[in-house]
């Protein structure tokens, strides 16, 4: 056996060692600065060009370089050739094991596949030395099977055992194929192998290089961190011994960190927004300094895109090593709610984000399809559809509106994806792929997805999958999936699924820990070092707890701990300079630092005397309110042209508790869109009363000559037919019916004693305008629905109206707002009106008491309102200031009070007193 192992420290000065080492190697063997008959073999393909570097720097000269790979890239010829189980196939079949043997709920399954995929492959490469065949691998496995298929085993682990030993019958996993093909590699590799090892623990290489070093001379390179000099590595050493029992304080003893304080510093932030920041500021210091090797190891992915998005409104673009989920793109998000659409019948949000993709319906011009949309938006507000795309469909084509054709053709094109992806039908999950695209393509995806960067590779994962999986097109029932366990597969998938984007060629380099082993860099900072975030990854469920790893003997999480503190210490002694940050509040509570960094951070405070090494990183210092902020409320004006000249009575209600709100509704147009309601609310329930009262009143106008039996048959009859529509749609509705259906015999007695008082039924639900002369030939329209006009007469006995407003509330409430000199809806009725008006009153129709509350001298109030109504659109049109002076009432519901910030200043007023 030829077999030369060499220790390096994993410092920046690991690679140049490496290749001396490699260089002497050469000569030894005969062939100095010849290195072309030999293979280097790489943990990381990314520390390729530096060792190339490094080697033509050690030579001094022209170099024959060796082959350079890493394992995965050396043995691929062989590979390609193995004809390998693909993973998709290979979870398909496992998933279908398990529904046979019915151990686990469908609904977790998939989970289940995904933890003992990883799993078998883990055993697979640990437990397994390097097979000469495949027959001689299946014989190894059959030999590990008998050898810990023994009664002491956990029932997990047993379960595991016996699901490994299904598997491994059929053809190779790809895990076990890499083992053939590195046998292959092997057997015809005819010159020297140097072998860089990402730590002291060979792992399952160790199988490879003996029986490497059993044909060809082998050179081992392998990092030991005790072999590195230097203040840092004697503070690194002390904090995180790799062997010894001293206490912290005695091997901290002595130790001179002031140079280590240089160059590497401890940071903790109070806020995700505050760390961002702190890491952007850092990495632009660093740029202005000269330094264009920067690393940023993002634990915590959050905050790291926070200060990603912070370096690009700088300018400063970030290449992104680690990628982002496919889930998270633009065309999964499309894929995502169509999905929805199809799940959940056409639900109105999901549709409506789905009609606001803009990777959809390339064929359609972008302003015609967003008109379309709108129409769409607005028909499921009117009428309040939750979900039901023949429904939507049934409403576009009885409109009148211009944009209707536009918005029918829409969801026309929504109906044929449909029925192209057919999610009634089970399939295989070939065909479910094969359906989808179909039915993207039919909405005018495709085009666009291949114009995207994502979507092109979103679209090759699509075809890759579909060869992969099309012989089980023709399975029986046991490998088919209906549509909700297909989209759970799928969505796994997508989390799975990586995306990167190999354009961005940039100094300042995102990554992740274990992709720095063995690299040098500039500067590095380690973004989200807390305990939840710098850690190693936990066990994925039950099958794969520390217990059943052990049983099977596999490695435990505790060589996972040991590799990431090394992972760590080799990124602080290969880095120039370093900064490890975390956040360390959340929503008022404390957050850890990871242990090991809690342990550096103690080593520090013991080495130095003083806790000033470890930097709470502040916001940046916020500037007075003098400087950013109004010093006054807000109070705009609005040119004449701007303002409306059509006023309602929640209009002027408006104006009349807050200027401003006034002019952000009316001015800005900012008001609110109405929101759908699934189940039906207060408000619904009122637009249901009004509906009821309105058919039966219609029917009998007056009840004096009607029994009350059939009036209250009548009334039942078409409280039935009203909520019908929404208790079908929410069962939870029928508590509202019912809760109006106790009060049908008190309304029928308040009708008819108000009969008895001489009023009338006249009309219901009548939209009035009416021309109010401000002066100037300026004219302003008045405009709104009164729920009922009723006939009387006055005190004189002349013809005279009542108005009504129908109130779904408690009559105890209502006597409160008519007493209000503000309230001034029933004044506007009177005022819009115009005619002899005796009475204008609300009707209670929720409570105990059912009854009317009318105003005082309705028509004396209408002219007080005139005058209100003309001295203040006279001021506005004139140029006046509408302020923001809303009382706390007004204030509570506003939906402006973001905009004005009244409250943010009376809290500033309040401060200075």
């Known amino acids: 056996m030829t077999l030369a192992s060499r220790s390096l420290a994993p410092d920046a000065a690991f690679l140049p060692a490496a290749a001396r080492h490699i260089l002497d190697f050469a000569t030894e063997l005969g062939r100095p600065a010849d290195l072309s008959a030999a293979s280097l073999l790489l943990p990381n393909l990314k520390l390729a060009p530096a060792m190339n570097a490094a080697l033509q720097a050690a030579a001094g000269g022209p170099v024959l370089l060796p082959r350079t790979n890493t394992l995965g890239g050396l043995v691929e010829p062989w590979f390609a050739a193995i004809e390998a189980l693909p993973d998709a196939r290979r979870q398909l079949i496992l998933h279908s094991l398990l529904r046979s043997r019915e151990w686990f709920d469908d609904a977790m399954l998939w989970d289940v596949v995904g933890e003992l995929t990883q799993l078998f492959d883990t055993l697979t490469e640990h437990a397994v030395p390097l097979p000469e065949s495949e027959e001689v691998l299946l014989a190894r496995l059959e030999a590990g099977f008998e050898l810990n298929n023994s009664q002491a085993l956990a029932f997990e682990a047993r379960v595991v055992n016996t699901l490994w030993r299904a598997e491994a019958q059929g053809k190779p996993s790809r895990a076990a194929a890499r083992l053939l093909a590195a046998s292959q590699w092997l057997a015809q590799l005819n010159g020297p192998l140097i072998v860089m090892l990402e730590s002291p623990d060979a792992g399952p290489l160790q199988g490879l290089i003996e029986a490497a070093a059993e044909r060809v001379p082998v050179l081992l390179l392998c990092p030991e961190r005790q072999l590195a000099k230097g203040a840092l590595a004697a503070l690194l050493q002390a904090a995180w011994p790799q062997q010894g029992e001293l206490a912290l304080r005695e091997r901290v003893a002595g130790l001179d960190v002031m140079e280590v304080c240089n160059r590497m510093r401890l940071l903790a932030a109070e806020s995700l927004e505050t760390l961002g920041q702190a890491v952007a500021d850092q990495v632009l210091y660093w740029l202005c300094e000269g330094r264009r090797n920067i690393a940023l190891v993002a634990c915590d992915r959050l905050a790291a895109r926070r200060a990603r998005a912070l370096l690009e409104r700088e300018g400063v673009l970030v290449q992104d090593e680690t990628g982002w989920k496919m889930v998270t793109t633009r065309v999964a998000a499309v894929v995502d709610a169509w999905l929805e659409v199809l799940a959940s019948d056409a639900w109105h949000r999901a549709l409506i984000d789905l009609l606001r993709a803009p990777l959809l319906f390339v064929d359609i011009e972008p302003l015609a399809r967003g008109q379309a949309g709108d129409l769409i938006a607005q028909l499921i507000r009117e009428h309040n559809i939750a979900s039901g795309l023949d429904v939507l469909s049934k409403l576009v084509d009885a409109s009148t509106d211009p944009r209707a054709k536009d918005a029918a053709a829409l969801l026309e094109r929504l109906a044929k994806a449909r029925a192209a992806i057919n999610p009634a039908q089970s399939a295989s999950i070939a065909e479910w792929l094969r359906r989808l695209k179909k039915s993207l393509e039919l909405l005018g995806a495709l085009p666009h997805f291949e114009q995207d960067a994502a979507g092109g590779m979103w679209l090759e994962w699509l075809e890759t999958r579909q060869a992969e999986l099309a012989q089980d097109a023709n399975l029986p029932d046991p490998m088919r999936f209906r549509f909700a366990a297909w989209r ?426």
């Open 488 to 913: 759970t597969w799928f969505n796994r998938q997508m989390e799975a699924q990586l995306f990167r984007d190999e354009s961005i060629d940039s100094p300042v380099i995102l990554t992740h820990l274990a992709a720095t082993r063995l690299r040098a860099f500039d500067a590095a900072i380690v973004i989200g070092a807390d305990a939840e975030h710098l850690a190693p990854p936990a066990p994925p469920g039950w099958l794969t707890h520390a217990g059943v790893r052990r049983e099977l003997g596999l490695p435990g999480l505790e060589a996972e701990r040991l590799q990431l503190r090394e992972d760590l210490a080799g990124l602080l002694l290969s880095s120039d300079a370093s900064v490890i940050a975390w956040q360390c509040l959340r929503r008022d509570e404390e957050l850890m630092p990871a242990a090991e960094v809690a342990v550096l951070q103690a080593a520090l405070t013991l080495a130095t005397g003083q806790g000033s090494v470890v930097d709470r990183a502040q916001p940046r210092e916020i500037a007075s309110s003098a400087e950013v902020g109004p010093t006054a409320f807000a109070s705009p004006s609005a040119p004449a042209a701007r303002i409306p000249l059509r006023l309602s009575a929640s209009g002027m209600q408006t104006l009349i508790d807050c200027p401003y709100r006034y002019f952000a509704r009316y001015v800005l147009r900012l008001a609110e869109l109405d929101e759908l309601s699934e189940g039906m609310e207060k408000q619904d329930f009122g637009t249901q009363l009004h509906r009821i009262l309105h058919d039966f009143h219609s029917r009998f106008p007056l009840l004096a000559n009607v029994s009350d039996e059939t009036l209250a048959d009548a009334l039942s009859a078409i409280t039935e037919e009203a909520f019908a529509e929404a208790v079908a749609r929410n069962f939870q509705d029928h508590a509202w019916r019912l809760r109006w259906r106790r009060q049908l015999a008190d309304y029928i007695a308040w009708q008819r004693q108000r009969e008895a008082d001489g009023w009338h039924w006249q009309s219901g639900e009548v939209d009035l305008r009416r021309e109010h002369e401000l002066g100037a030939e300026r004219t302003l329209t008045l405009q709104g629905r009164i729920d009922r006009i009723d006939n009387g007469k006055d005190a004189e006995g002349d013809s005279a109206l009542g108005l009504l407003d129908y109130k779904s509330r408690a009559l105890t409430s209502l006597r409160t707002q008519v007493k209000d000199p503000d309230d001034i809806q029933l004044a506007f009725y009177t005022l819009l009106v115009g005619q002899h008006v005796q009475e204008a009153a609300y009707v209670a129709l929720d409570g105990d008491t059912l009854g009317a509350v009318a105003i005082d001298e309705p028509e004396e109030r209408a002219g007080a309102l005139h005058d209100v109504i003309t001295e203040s659109f006279n001021a506005l049109l004139d140029g006046a200031a509408m302020p923001a002076q809303g009382t706390a009432g007004a204030c509570a519901y506003c939906e402006m009070r973001g905009v004005c910030r009244k409250e943010w200043m009376d809290e500033e007023l309040v401060d200075e007193r």
